[in-house]
């Protein structure tokens, strides 16, 4: 910054600002010389404020600024506040030898007028119970929203049903794209690393009772029916729900979603649903392989660290779990895509014009969806328990 | 042809500058002298914007030789290269005004990082600025998704000279405003350049600003500076590009007001 100390800034010490105050009889005169310029404006505010209090000690206070070798908006700005400080009723400051240069520059800053203030609310009771308040009534507005937007994307599904034409399966294969082929790599590391835990502690505590081949009935069901989808659905919302978000929302914020209404077309058809039905058709696809990625890192586990060898694990395996633990979790699966899908597309359009809106309204919905997917799955849980599932 | 200019304050020497297998830039020279406002045309897609970028160190080049303000910025430290970047400032295309700040916040912004004064001064040379740049003070506390495309023009500009900069690079400064307003603006850089000893690089397709408010006109195309000189200069060039862009209809019609 301006200690940077090159040989620039060396030779302009010299050029250091002063006001020098010369008595004349009555009045006085104030000599600016230096550089008056932004580079010099702490010493200039202090050496102004200084000399504001002069205000009406004299009839006639001049302000000469001959001297003065170079000057700028700060400069100006300074010398322009000086003059307006030491005018009162009694008193009129003025400028005196201001070079043609200069003057036009002065007489802009003339125009100056005070700033606006800031008007900026005390913390108190009142306004906390205000933010609760508003926090509340927000509670309702999302879930307004919410509701509002599934309508949206049943009523956008059924127009397509109608006219197949109008189905976008460019749009929904490059979106399965992104949600789903390219988001293997990770589920199944993720999931396979969980099985591997699960199984590795479960060994661990059966074997005190000498149950260690109890581990498998419970790394089965408790991957095929709970872990597998829940898992998948939150690295899914952490990972497709943002991005769906932070696109929709950068559209929102440069109008390109003001562009497609104005030319007739349905953002909800043709932005949300191939996002929509490529989250639906994904989420099931990748719980089920990381389903079997955690199995097999069970497995793995419980035969490398607990010696269940792999048949004895199989044989216990198809004992342990029927077909309806896989279909309870397989599900789930869709309507927790659903859900995710919904609430990041609520959150991309109630971005508002700015950078920090978009990633406040990212982080909600990624908040929202992990939140929402567990909710769902606490539903799901009691539902299949009354049917027996 | 490289022009050579004692005062110049930008000084650019064998500039190549390529994208992918795409040249943009040949070999190009080009001098802005001290004090003058430099208009800086030429067809869409010619690489006016990567010159003013590749300038300002937002777009590397293959080869070349950079200096502004007599500092090689390849050359120059840290420390010189921010000296250099707080003597010039810039107006971006679109603005570029910090969108979850004020305008108030994005006037002060650069004054706050690099000066330490009051909160007074502060708030008062944001009002000479927005003043000076034709806005009214009551805009302060607005967010640039209030504001219209013209006023974030202006915004932008008020920012970019926040700092009293010696250089200011603008970038289509009056696309999007209306004439009334680019007439203003024109006139504002006049005034500012005539107060404050500005240079002024200015990349424009108005052609009202470069008969009102340009001392020389740079011509790229190419990837080449084809002309540099004064509008005559420009009038008179058998080059067909400029043949059409300055006798034009539209060219003709600007010349022909009073």
């Given at each position: 910054m301006l200690s940077n100390g090159n040989a620039a800034e060396g030779q302009k010490v010299s050029g250091d600002p002063t006001l020098e105050r010369i008595a004349q009889g009555e009045g006085l005169a104030l000599c600016a010389a230096g550089n008056w310029t932004a580079r010099f404006a702490p010493a200039l505010e202090r050496i102004v404020?200084?000399?504001e209090k002069l205000r009406g000690t004299r009839p006639h206070i001049f302000i000469d600024v001959s001297q003065v070798s170079s000057l700028d908006t700060f400069g100006a700005w300074l010398i322009e506040r000086l003059r307006r400080s030491l005018s009162d009723?009694?008193?009129?400051?003025?400028?005196?030898?201001?070079?043609?240069?200069?003057?036009?520059?002065?007489?802009?800053?003339?125009?100056?007028?005070?700033?606006?203030?800031?008007?900026?609310?005390?913390?108190?009771?009142?306004?906390?119970?205000?933010?609760?308040?508003?926090?509340?009534?927000?509670?309702?507005?999302?879930?307004?929203?919410l509701v509002d937007m599934l309508g949206a994307v049943i009523a956008a599904t059924g127009k397509v049903l109608i006219h197949p034409r109008s189905f976008r399966l460019t749009s929904t294969v490059h979106?399965?794209?992104?949600?789903?082929?390219?988001?293997?790599?990770?589920?199944?590391?993720?999931?396979?690393?969980?099985?591997?835990?699960?199984?590795?502690?479960?060994?661990?505590?059966?074997?005190?009772?000498?149950?260690?081949?109890?581990?498998?009935?419970?790394?089965?069901?408790?991957?095929?029916?709970?872990?597998?989808?829940?898992?998948?659905?939150?690295?899914?919302?952490?990972r497709s729900g943002s991005a769906y978000t932070a696109e929709l929302g950068s559209m929102k914020m440069r109008e390109e979603i003001d562009a497609l209404r104005t030319m007739g077309f349905d953002p909800i058809e043709v932005l949300i649903l191939p996002r929509m039905l490529a989250l639906v058709l994904a989420l099931p696809i990748l719980a089920f392989l990381g389903a079997m990625a955690a199995l097999y890192g069970g497995g793995l586990v419980a035969?490398?660290?607990?010696?269940?060898?792999?048949?004895?694990?199989?044989?216990?395996?198809?004992?342990?779990?029927?077909?309806?633990?896989?279909?309870?979790?397989?599900?789930?699966?869709?309507?927790?895509?659903?859900?995710?899908?919904?609430?990041?597309?609520?959150?991309?359009?109630?971005?508002?014009?700015?950078?920090?809106?978009?990633?406040?309204?990212?982080?909600?919905?990624?908040?929202?969806?992990?939140?929402?997917?567990?909710?769902?799955?606490?539903?799901?849980?009691?539902?299949?328990?009354?049917?027996?599932? | 042809m490289p022009e050579q200019a004692d005062d110049a304050i930008i000084r650019v020497r064998d500039i190549t500058v390529q994208f992918g297998k795409t040249r943009v830039l040949d070999g190009l020279n080009l001098d802005v002298r001290r004090g003058e406002i430099l208009g800086f045309v030429g067809p869409s897609g010619a690489g006016k914007s990567v010159l003013t970028r590749t300038i300002i160190g937002l777009v590397p080049k293959v080869s070349g030789r950079i200096e502004v303000f007599g500092v090689d910025l390849d050359a120059a430290s840290s420390g010189q290269r921010r000296a250099v970047e707080r003597r010039w400032g810039i107006l971006f295309q679109q603005g570029a005004l910090f969108s979850s700040l004020t305008v108030r916040q994005n006037i002060q912004f650069p004054v706050r990082e690099y000066l330490r004064v009051s909160q007074r001064l502060l708030d008062e040379i944001m009002v000479a600025k927005l003043v000076m740049v034709g806005l009214k003070p009551e805009v302060a506390d607005r967010y640039p998704s209030e504001l219209s495309g013209g006023m974030i023009k202006r915004v932008a500009l008020a920012r970019a000279l926040a700092l009293d900069p010696e250089l200011v690079f603008l970038d289509e400064p009056t696309s999007g405003l209306d004439p009334i307003g680019?007439?203003?603006?024109?006139?504002?850089?006049?005034?500012?350049?005539?107060?404050?000893?500005?240079?002024?690089?200015?990349?424009?397709?108005?052609?009202?600003?470069?008969?009102?408010?340009?001392?020389?006109?740079?011509?790229?195309?190419?990837?080449?500076?084809i002309a540099a000189g004064s509008i005559a200069d420009m009038r008179a060039s058998q080059h067909p590009w400029l043949q059409q862009y300055f006798n034009g209809k539209r060219a003709r019609a600007v010349v022909a007001e009073p």
């Open positions: 404020s200084d000399a009723a009694a008193t009129e400051a003025m400028i005196a030898g201001l070079s043609a240069n200069y003057s036009s520059l002065v007489d802009e800053v003339r125009r100056v007028g005070t700033a606006p203030k800031v008007d900026s609310e005390p913390l108190s009771i009142t306004v906390m119970l205000e933010q609760i308040g508003r926090t509340v009534v927000g509670i309702g507005g999302t879930i307004v929203s979106h399965l794209e992104q949600v789903c082929w390219r988001a293997v790599p990770i589920v199944v590391l993720i999931t396979f690393l969980i099985g591997c835990i699960i199984s590795q502690q479960g060994i661990f505590h059966f074997r005190q009772f000498g149950a260690d081949i109890f581990v498998v009935d419970m790394l089965g069901v408790l991957v095929l029916r709970e872990i597998g989808v829940l898992l998948v659905a939150i690295m899914v919302a952490g035969w490398l660290y607990g010696g269940v060898d792999p048949e004895a694990f199989l044989l216990r395996l198809r004992d342990a779990i029927s077909i309806d633990h896989f279909i309870v979790g397989l599900v789930k699966a869709p309507v927790m895509a659903a859900v995710i899908g919904i609430v990041a597309c609520v959150e991309g359009f109630a971005v508002q014009g700015s950078a920090e809106s978009l990633g406040q309204h990212t982080t909600a919905s990624v908040v929202k969806g992990i939140f929402f997917v567990i909710v769902m799955d606490g539903v799901f849980a009691i539902f299949f328990a009354s049917i027996g599932m | 680019a007439g203003d603006f024109d006139e504002l850089v006049r005034t500012l350049q005539r107060t404050l000893g500005l240079t002024v690089f200015m990349v424009t397709h108005d052609l009202d600003s470069l008969y009102t408010a340009c001392d020389r006109i740079a011509v790229l195309g190419n990837g080449k500076i």
